[in-house]
């Protein structure tokens, strides 16, 4: 029978338990036995990832038509706002605080 499992799974469970740094292989041929194991786990990720590419096509990113329009926005302008101030606009709405500081803060401010 045969048992349904995501790719992030199946990857998973080929490193889990596993050291980073390959500790674990402590002669040539364990090295040579878990880099096939690992060759294999890859072919099969790889396989499963082209046989669905082929089988559906591709949804544009969502970001695509926005740098499609800032890059024509750009060779009629010249001029493209950044990408960090057009994104977050929080600090136009800055409100004033006052903070109560005892004196001893107020010596270590000063």
Same mark, same amino acid.
């Given at each position: 029978?045969?048992?349904?499992?995501?790719?992030?799974?199946?990857?998973? *469970?080929?490193? &889990?338990?596993?050291?980073?740094? /390959?500790?674990?292989?402590?002669?040539?041929?364990?090295?040579?036995?878990?880099?096939?194991?690992? &060759? &294999?786990?890859? /072919?099969? $990720? $790889?396989?499963? @990832?082209?046989?669905? =590419?082929?089988?559906?096509?591709?949804?544009? @990113?969502?970001?695509?038509?926005?740098?499609? *329009? =800032?890059?024509?926005?750009? =060779?009629?302008? =010249?001029?493209?706002?950044?990408?960090? $101030?057009?994104?977050?606009?929080?600090?136009?709405?800055? *409100?004033? $605080?006052?903070?109560?500081?005892? @004196?001893?803060? &107020?010596? @270590?401010?000063?």
């Amino acid at each position: 029978s045969m048992v349904e499992i995501t790719i992030l799974d199946f990857l998973d *469970q080929a490193i &889990r338990n596993k050291p980073i740094d /390959g500790s674990d292989c402590t002669s040539l041929e364990a090295a040579r036995k878990e880099l096939s194991r690992l &060759r &294999r786990v890859t /072919g099969k $990720v $790889v396989t499963v @990832l082209r046989n669905a =590419k082929n089988s559906v096509a591709p949804a544009p @990113l969502p970001h695509q038509d926005t740098l499609q *329009q =800032k890059q024509a926005v750009t =060779k009629r302008k =010249k001029r493209v706002n950044r990408k960090a $101030v057009t994104i977050d606009e929080t600090f136009k709405k800055y *409100q004033k $605080v006052t903070v109560y500081k005892s @004196l001893e803060d &107020r010596a @270590l401010i000063k």
